[in-house]
């Protein structure tokens, strides 16, 4: 049989935006998903549109993040139509579907875009290495509402992530604080050593860059959007990440601008 070119050694380029923040981190370019993410953060957007709008977004992004870095391996399988034609297989690549992949919800707001990447992946993958775990964690800021680290009230973690693809699925990447935490848990607490960690967000600051590439050098960031909205002028006119210091994305109360808003509350319908 013979091969077809085209199958035998794919490359897939992923549409991002040029910055300055490192290799690992990763600005998708998406007009289109630009627009659903406008949308989810107007005031006019409530249940259930707004999680059908998440679904979306999320669909997106993992779509993106398997084919950028997922391994992948050469297959022969024989289509319906090798009933009427020797020719009839397809010889060339897919995404190894025998990787074990674990996807983390960071209850609350990363509750619902875990369980829709889980659900994704349990189509791709073999099944049976596909599991979900939950860590429930909350931001803890003093008595000025800033943010001063987190509250781990407990997990449910279902083993080892030995050679495994982790996934943290956290729609805002603000502080960093979560992720550094969970990112922390799972290299140092959680048995095994994992093929490698990815957080995937629907928005992301640049103080949230700064904090989780000096405290997790190997962690693939994957988000849709780079909030600085506070920045001056002459800072927004650069290409992201050339003058870091001065980008500012995050209010004194640690909410993401322009942002959209407590997704975590407004997704939960619960404001305490």
């Known amino acids: 049989m013979a091969k077809d070119s085209q199958h035998t050694d794919m490359e897939f380029h992923l549409s991002e935006v040029d910055h300055l923040y490192g290799p690992n981190v990763h600005i998708l370019s998406s007009p289109y998903m630009l627009s659903i993410l406008a949308k989810l953060g107007s005031p006019k957007i409530q249940q259930p549109v707004l999680n059908k709008l998440v679904e979306i977004l999320y669909s ?8 950028s870095l997922f391994p992948k391996k050469n297959v022969t ?10 020719e009839a297989v397809y010889e060339g690549q897919i995404i190894d579907p025998e990787i074990a992949c674990v996807v983390v919800d960071l209850a609350r707001a990363g509750t619902y875009p875990s369980h829709l990447c889980y659900e994704k992946l349990n189509y791709l993958m073999n099944p049976d290495l596909v599991r979900q775990d939950h860590f429930y964690v909350a931001r803890s800021c003093n008595e000025k509402g800033e943010v001063i680290g987190v509250n ?3 997990s449910k973690i279902g083993g080892s992530v030995d050679h495994s693809i982790v996934m943290f699925p956290d729609p805002m990447g603000a502080t960093g604080t979560t ?6 848990h799972y290299k140092n607490k959680v048995g095994g050593k994992p093929l490698m960690m990815i957080a ?3 928005i992301v600051t640049p103080e949230y860059l700064r904090n989780v590439t000096i405290h997790c050098p190997d962690l693939h960031v994957f988000t849709l959007r780079l909030d600085r909205g506070l920045s001056s002028q002459e800072v927004l006119n650069e290409v992201p990440g050339k003058h870091w210091g001065l980008e500012i994305g995050l209010n004194d109360h640690q909410y993401i601008v322009p942002g959209a808003g407590g997704l975590g509350e407004i997704m939960n319908n619960s404001y305490c």
């Open 60 to 67: 997106h992004l993992i779509d993106e993040t398997i084919n």
């Open 77 to 86: 399988i024989d289509t319906r139509m090798k009933a009427y034609h020797q």
């Open 152 to 154: 781990v009230s407990g």
């Open 179 to 184: 992720i550094v935490e969970v990112y922390q």
């Open 200 to 202: 995937m967000h629907l």
